[in-house]
């Protein structure tokens, strides 16, 4: 029997073991669906304490509630390590880790690397690997190929590489891991029939496509849409401020066409591990070729500029009152990157206290998904702060500027102790008070 038709039989029976490196935002989810589809799940992290708590069938995402994992562990389909050693009893493997830009923004493929190192060394025939982690075009063919390749092993008959994107939106109550439709590329027909074959067994969709490398621009174009989406909306906001017109009504009106119109709001810059990173991955490939992607810097320009145009607001809202911000007492609503969830990782609310404070403003912030900032500078984190009562330190803060719009702030409270509201996130809709500054 063929490599490919002893996978094949593996995962549809669910005998095959699946092996997840990576177990984080995007990691984790897959290891519990793969492991509620029947699946053996083996997950590998270089973190000991994510390791451990797995282990003991504790979640440390959000997303992930600690009542499902656990007697899935306890019921034997799932377990965590740091030894790579055990890609040598695994048939499936599924590359889940960062990808970050460096400060030059130039793609980071540190952890790609090592982590394909590591399974290179435990390389067998009969392998389906799998790539998740955003990233740029030709990085599946050009980057790991020839690393596995070195085993003397064929792709497409000895083993078996794909690209699959990983969709996920942390904090979404609508789609999850199990109900976005996941695209899958293959190097070779066969890889690609694998690879969408394990993903069926699991998830709802599976979209497969021609190549790796459509599978990795895929991931790329919907991103790029979205921040240049977004940098055009926040210019429309800071035109429309000029003018005196409220951009969150143009927005919502415009919405009511049900054509060629989808709304996209403003806020205070962009946030999280994919937006404001991905489509940097695509202009420096381009840039290699000659091409200039004008659209993303252009984007990247105005969406980093929002910062400091929050800051500018604030700097108005206590000029109103006849206070300068160096000196003033500033609250920040909210440091997670977007609503509801405890991720700070490119948060613009870890710019903007960062620019307050440079101003001289005395910040303090409040996030109930955020007890507190420690200082992490490999992640941009500078500061060392604890998150106070929102409540309370309205009061007696001269300016509240909301950056992300938990659901779970009092906001009717907040409103009603603070003397001036930036508000970047129309978290306010409808109050009407003229301590109320929009975006
Ligand atoms: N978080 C999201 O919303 C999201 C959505 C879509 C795509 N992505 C992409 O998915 C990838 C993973 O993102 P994430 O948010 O899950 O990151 P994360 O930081 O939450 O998780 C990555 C995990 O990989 C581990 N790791 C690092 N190097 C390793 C190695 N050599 N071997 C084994 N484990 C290693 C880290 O310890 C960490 O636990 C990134 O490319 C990201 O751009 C993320």
């Known amino acids: 029997m063929s490599h490919a038709e002893a996978l094949k039989k593996k995962i549809e029976n669910h005998t095959a073991v699946a092996c997840v490196v990576g177990l984080g935002y995007v990691g984790l989810p897959l290891v ?32 992930v ?5 656990k007697p899935l562990v306890k019921a034997g389909r799932i377990r965590a390590t740091t030894d790579f050693s055990v890609i040598k009893d695994v048939d499936t493997v599924n590359i889940c880790v960062p990808t970050p830009l460096r400060k030059t923004k130039d793609p980071d493929m540190s952890y790609i690397v090592s982590s394909c190192e590591e399974i290179a060394r435990y390389f067998h025939p009969g392998l389906l690997l799998t790539l998740e982690s955003t990233t740029y075009p030709g990085t599946t063919d050009e980057l790991m190929l020839p690393m596995f390749e070195e085993s003397g092993l064929k792709v497409g008959k000895d083993f078996f590489l794909c690209f699959s994107p990983e969709r996920v939106d942390p904090g979404n109550p609508k789609f999850q891991t199990k109900n976005i439709p996941k695209v899958v590329g293959g190097i070779t ?19 497969p496509v021609g190549s790796t490398r459509v599978a990795e621009m895929v991931k790329l174009l919907e991103n790029t849409f979205r921040m240049i989406n977004i940098g055009l909306v926040n210019e429309i906001a800071v035109m429309c401020d000029r003018m005196g017109i409220n951009v969150w009504e143009v927005i919502d009106a415009a919405a009511t066409k049900p054509f060629g119109f989808m709304p996209f709001y403003p ?13 940097f991955y695509l202009s420096w490939k381009t840039k290699q070729s000659g091409i200039e992607a004008r659209f993303i810097e ?11 145009y929050v800051v500018e ?15 003033s007492k ?55 702060m604890n998150s106070v009562d929102a409540v309370k330190a309205s009061k007696t803060s001269d300016c509240v500027v909301i950056v992300t719009d938990h659901k779970a702030f009092d906001y009717k409270s907040i409103v009603r102790n603070s003397k001036a509201i930036v508000d970047t996130r129309n978290a306010l809709k409808g109050v009407k008070s003229k301590k109320i500054f929009p975006l």
Do not use: W
């Open 32 to 63: 519990v669906e793969l492991a509620e589809a029947g699946f053996t799940v083996v997950g590998i992290d270089i973190l000991e304490n994510k390791v451990k708590m797995l282990n003991k069938g504790e979640s440390y995402i959000q997303d």
């Open 298 to 308: 252009l984007a990247g320009y105005v969406n980093g500029q929002m910062p400091h």
């Open 330 to 384: 500033v609250l920040v609503l909210g440091v997670a990157y977007k609503r509801d969830i405890d991720d700070v990782r490119e948060s613009p609310a870890l710019d903007i206290i960062h620019l307050l404070e440079k101003k001289g403003a005395k910040v303090s912030y409040s996030d109930p998904y955020v007890p507190q900032i420690r200082p992490d500078p490999e992640h941009g984190l500078i500061f060392d």
């Open 267 to 279: 806020g205070p810059g962009l946030g999280g591990h994919c937006i404001p990173i991905d489509p």
């Open 189 to 207: 027909p066969a890889c690609t029939e694998l690879g969408a074959l394990f993903y069926s067994q699991a998830l709802d969709t599976v979209v």
């Open 313 to 327: 607001k604030v700097q108005n809202a206590l000029n109103e009152n006849r206070k300068p911000l160096k000196g």
């Open 65 to 69: 509630p600690t009542s499902v994992l």
